[in-house]
């Protein structure tokens, strides 16, 4: 039997409706109020509401936990070179890859540019090339991934608020960022005969637990193919770092999924070096041969300054309308670099690409 409601409960309820029903809104996206009526003036949460944010969290959660079980066969690993004794390591570094971004929409972008998945093809071709050429019998080969991997879910940053021009849905552009990675692997292994080891910040402002799930399942088909799981490795940190010999790299996006209204500067300011340090300190890393690297800022800035590194890596993917009317064009790029793991130096090696463009609505900006 329903519990008896008195007439001021009844007409509070009821103007709750009303004003569900005035303005177009379900009950269930309404998470608190203020009713004020003849009879009552009261604050309520509502039962009801669904929190999207969290619905996203319980999805992306569910769907971790089944790419964590993805079965795969094992690969012919007869391409496999024994252990060279060499000191020397090969690295290829990308950031800000913003799978799924559209960076001239409307045609009236201030430099344009085209991203998509024959752009992100393209960009993969120029990397493995550029592994061949480079590949010298290197010990190991390290592919690391500084954030912002993917742009968006449902065309928002993990943050929230902020839309996003976007051209793949959310499936496709899963697909696209998975196989992107996976291919990228498994080719560096063929050309070379040497499993690499990946290293993946997700801890970005963009990506969010999309891009964790994107490299949990790069992380689960790659374990499934070469039988390890050591190949590749996930940061939820906003700052980690890994150790070869007597170098240390420290690795952050720059900017974090939602703590930081401003991320690490190209140029570091006082502040930020006595952050840094403090990783350091408390880490007990001054022993090593420090580099700190970061993306976010789509800028590529080598600085020598410090007592440590501080480097700064391009974009792969062109720079988005947004970043281009606020800031500049922007740098369109990855970076590999070489170094022998008992000695300081790092030497770099750039390379820019020529951002693809659509045809223009207006050449000259008018119509």
């Not at 120029?126 to 449902?154: F, N, P, Q, T």
């Not at 990783?279 to 300054?305: A, C, P, R, W």
Request: glycine content about 8%; hydrophobic content about 35%; aromatic content about 12%.
């Amino acid at each position: 039997m329903r519990p008896r409601i008195s007439k001021e409960e009844y007409d509070i309820i009821k103007g709750i409706r009303e004003a569900a029903k005035e303005h177009g809104v379900g009950l269930e996206h309404i998470s608190s109020g203020w009713l004020k009526s003849k009879n009552a003036s009261v604050r309520f949460k509502n039962p009801l509401f669904k929190d999207k944010e969290g619905a996203d969290f319980t999805i992306l959660e569910e769907l971790k936990t089944a790419l964590s079980k993805i079965k795969v066969k094992k690969l012919d690993l007869s391409k496999l070179k024994p252990t060279s004794n060499s000191p020397n390591i090969l690295r290829v570094i990308i950031s800000d890859v913003h799978i799924g971004m559209t960076p001239d929409k409307e045609g009236f972008a201030m430099y344009g540019g085209v991203w998509g998945e024959k752009a992100l093809q393209d960009r993969l071709m120029s990397i493995l090339a550029s592994v061949k050429k480079h590949y010298k019998g290197h010990r190991e080969i390290h592919i690391i991934d500084l954030g912002d991997y993917m742009d968006g879910w449902d065309g928002q940053t993990v943050r929230k608020g902020h839309n996003l021009p976007q051209n793949m849905s959310n499936p496709l552009a899963f697909k696209v960022g998975v196989d992107f990675k996976i291919s990228l692997h498994k080719s560096i292994f063929d050309i070379t005969g040497v499993i690499p080891t990946s290293y993946n910040v997700v801890n970005d402002n963009h990506s969010g637990d999309f891009g964790e799930c994107v490299n949990i399942a790069y992380q689960n088909v790659i374990k499934g193919l070469f039988d390890s799981d050591k190949y590749v490795k996930i940061s939820k940190r906003f700052m980690s770092h890994y150790i070869v010999g007597k170098h240390c790299f420290i690795l952050t996006h720059g900017k974090d999924s939602k703590n930081l209204k401003f991320g690490f500067k190209p140029y570091l300011d006082e502040k930020q070096v006595n952050k840094v340090k403090l990783y350091i300190s408390e880490n007990k890393l001054d022993d090593y041969f420090i580099t700190f690297m970061k993306g976010d800022t789509h800028v590529q800035l080598f600085d020598y300054s410090q007592t440590f590194n501080y480097f700064n890596y391009p974009a792969l993917s062109p720079s988005s309308d947004w970043v281009q009317t606020n800031f500049q064009k922007g740098r369109s790029g990855f970076v590999m670099d070489e170094f022998d793991e008992n000695l300081k130096q790092i030497r770099p090696l750039s390379f820019e690409f020529v951002w693809g463009k659509k045809p223009r609505r207006s050449q000259d900006g008018f119509c």
